[in-house]
């Protein structure tokens, strides 16, 4: 049966950070957008993913003027931690680079902020929209079809933003041969889990141990996220919560290990770890923004921080083709996103490298991260490179 048919400028595949801050940059341009989101809001909320932002993203909030609850509850964080079997050492990020910090504020929160306001805003969201298909991408005048309510609905549209994730239908909607893919498969998980407890520390700890990595994070002075590498054969259900406590606090070492409150988990997920570049992040009139073009493994936090530059990028786009009538800028967004993506790509790889027992590591492997970390420890200069890349790189 047939629904509605209607147009708008932009349409946006996808409601997670990418498409959400997309189409708040576009409403406050005066731009019209509709996204339309496969699941439903509560869905998409409830994702316990990110947990530490940049201050590009910062800022991308404060301008949005959706960084109220940030700045009430965010925790600013001017430093980090790296341990090596149990030795922890801080990186001082805000003496290295000249201020700058990071804010713990859970990806849960963000979403929240960007939905609360989409209704006042008049940002308009089609959740529940299924088999979601891309037309005509490579002319002036796609447009998009869905599902919903048991109908067929059409959106024509000048351009689609594929903001939808790295298993979304936008990037596999463009031909093979016009993009090229890079990718590096890890051969390890996370294992995450959230508790209702204080954190062990009051900023972050990455952990290189012999048995595996260990990152303790926090969403709020009450709420903890720890994680540890697992094989990636394993089930949740290997690890009740007391293997889980026994093996954290080993990888931490015995100071920040022995501060952890074991209190019930009531979040507990395993997620495999991926570095993977599509190129281009165009096709005519559809452009990837987020996990949609890019994946990184989360060591360096970076994953909801490039979806934020990619659609401040992506926005100056559209806003200068509707002032000019020119698709020159629509011409830049792909090496410019990709020359910040490239940066967050290679720290969050050396990151990795750096913290995680690889299965074929020999003894010399092994000396070599630790030869690094203590190399790191006593260099203020390969702790300006740590910090300057942790807190995020410029928006050039
Ligand atoms: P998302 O969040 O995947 O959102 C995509 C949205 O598109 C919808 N969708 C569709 N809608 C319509 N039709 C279709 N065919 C569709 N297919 C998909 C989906 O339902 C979804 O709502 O991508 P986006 O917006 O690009 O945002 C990316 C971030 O979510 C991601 O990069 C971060 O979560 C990564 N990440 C971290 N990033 C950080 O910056 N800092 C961190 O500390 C951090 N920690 C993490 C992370 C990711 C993790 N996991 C689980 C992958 C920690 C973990 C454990
Ligand atoms: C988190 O708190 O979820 C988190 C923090 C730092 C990371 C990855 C995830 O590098």
Redesign the pocket.
């Known amino acids: 049966m047939s629904g509605s048919r209607r147009r708008t400028q932009v349409a946006i595949i996808g409601a997670g950070p990418a498409g959400m801050l997309l189409a708040h940059l576009l409403r406050q341009a005066d731009v019209d957008c509709v996204v339309i989101e496969r699941r439903d809001r509560d869905y998409v909320e409830g994702r316990v ?4 932002l940049e201050q590009v993203t910062v800022d991308l909030m404060a301008r949005l003027g959706l960084d109220r609850r940030l700045r009430e509850e965010g925790l600013v964080h001017t430093g980090t931690n790296l341990a090596c079997d149990g030795e922890v050492f801080r990186i001082d990020m805000a003496a290295l680079t000249g201020g700058s910090a990071v804010v ?1 504020y859970g990806q849960q929160e963000v979403m929240r902020d960007l939905f609360d306001a989409a209704g006042p805003r008049g940002v308009e969201i089609m959740f529940d929209a299924h088999d979601a298909a891309l037309h005509d991408i490579g002319s002036p005048q796609p447009y998009v079809t869905w599902r919903q309510d048991g109908l067929e609905h059409r959106l024509d549209c000048d351009v689609i933003a594929g903001c939808d994730g790295f298993h979304g239908v936008s990037r596999t909607s463009i031909p093979a041969e016009a993009l090229a893919t890079f990718e590096r498969v890890y051969p390890f998980g996370w294992l ?1 889990v959230l508790a209702e407890a204080p954190p062990c520390d009051h900023e ?1 700890i990455y952990s290189n141990h012999e048995r595996g990595f260990a ?1 303790a ?2 969403r709020s002075p009450t709420r903890s ?1 720890y ?1 540890i590498q697992c094989s990636l054969d394993q089930r949740i259900e290997d690890w009740p919560d007391d293997r889980f406590w026994d093996e954290l606090c080993l990888r931490l070492g015995r100071s920040a290990g022995g501060r952890v409150t074991r209190s019930p988990s009531f979040e507990k997920s395993i997620a495999p770890l991926r570095s993977f570049v599509t190129e281009p992040m165009r096709y005519g009139r559809l452009f990837l923004a987020g996990d949609a073009a890019h994946i990184v493994p ?4 970076k994953g909801l921080n490039l979806a934020a530059s990619d659609v401040i990028m992506l926005s100056e786009a559209v806003t200068e083709y509707y002032r000019t009538g020119s698709d020159a800028a629509f011409d830049r967004y792909s090496d410019r996103a990709l020359a910040r993506v490239w940066k967050a790509e290679r720290f969050s790889w050396w990151f990795t490298g750096l913290t995680h027992r690889f299965p074929d590591m020999t003894g010399f492997d092994r000396r070599m991260q630790t030869a690094e970390l203590a190399y790191i420890r006593g260099s203020r200069a390969a702790q300006t490179v740590m910090a300057e890349n942790y807190v995020g790189l410029p928006l050039e």
């Open positions: 993913r990110a947990g530490v713990v995450g972050l990152l994070s926090m996220r994680y989360p060591t360096g936090a």
